[in-house]
């Protein structure tokens, strides 16, 4: 059955059409919650399953979720998609701050069907309507719809400006187009 996916406060898109209900729930369903163990406590983050093989999944998410901790901390992460929150522990992969992105691998225990990753620019546009998923200061994950609103605008890696304001605890949760 359809899980309940909150929905958090939208940003206008330029396109009338709404997103696909089904894109929305395959994101929603790969979408995780990571507390990371730092010297100060913990760190809250999203991070979004993009590879499933045998019984282990893998995470991508922000890399500056790692960077108070060094790489050492310990790492739980919080499944959603059956409805209830299941925690296992993660185990961090890499990270890379400059590039800022960071894989995690984490035991399933249950089926969970990965999102797939777009390749470089695949139908990215200024105007196009896509939306996130996303742990608001380390709640439970919620859908927040936008828009595009410039390509690389920044020096650096590749990147992707959308309307809204960031969030604490949606850093490394997926962005998504309706496809």
């Avoid at 050492?72 to 990270?95: A, H, M």
């Avoid at 650096?156 to 949760?173: H, K, L, M, T, W």
Wanted: hydrophobic share 35%.
């Amino acid at each position: 059955p359809p899980i309940q996916i909150p929905y958090a406060r939208t940003v206008p898109s330029a396109s009338s059409s709404r997103i696909d209900p089904a894109a929305v729930q395959s994101a929603y369903q790969a979408t995780v919650r990571l507390r990371v163990e730092d010297p100060l406590g913990y760190g809250y983050g999203t991070g979004t399953i993009i590879d499933v093989h045998g019984g282990e999944a893998l995470v991508v998410t922000c890399g500056h979720l790692f960077r108070e901790s060094a790489g050492k901390g310990s790492i739980e992460v919080d499944i959603f998609n059956s409805g209830q929150p299941r925690t296992v522990p993660g185990q961090l992969i890499s990270y890379d701050l400059e590039r800022e992105i960071a894989m995690v691998s984490i035991a399933l225990g249950q089926p969970i069907s990965p999102v797939r990753v777009a390749a470089s620019g695949e139908g990215i546009a200024r105007g196009v309507a896509v939306f996130s998923v996303g742990c608001d200061k380390g709640q439970r994950p919620s859908v927040r719809e936008s828009r595009v609103t410039a390509i690389d605008r920044y020096l650096g890696p590749p990147n992707i400006e959308v309307a809204g304001q960031p969030i604490d605890g949606r850093s490394g949760g997926g962005l998504f187009s309706g496809d």
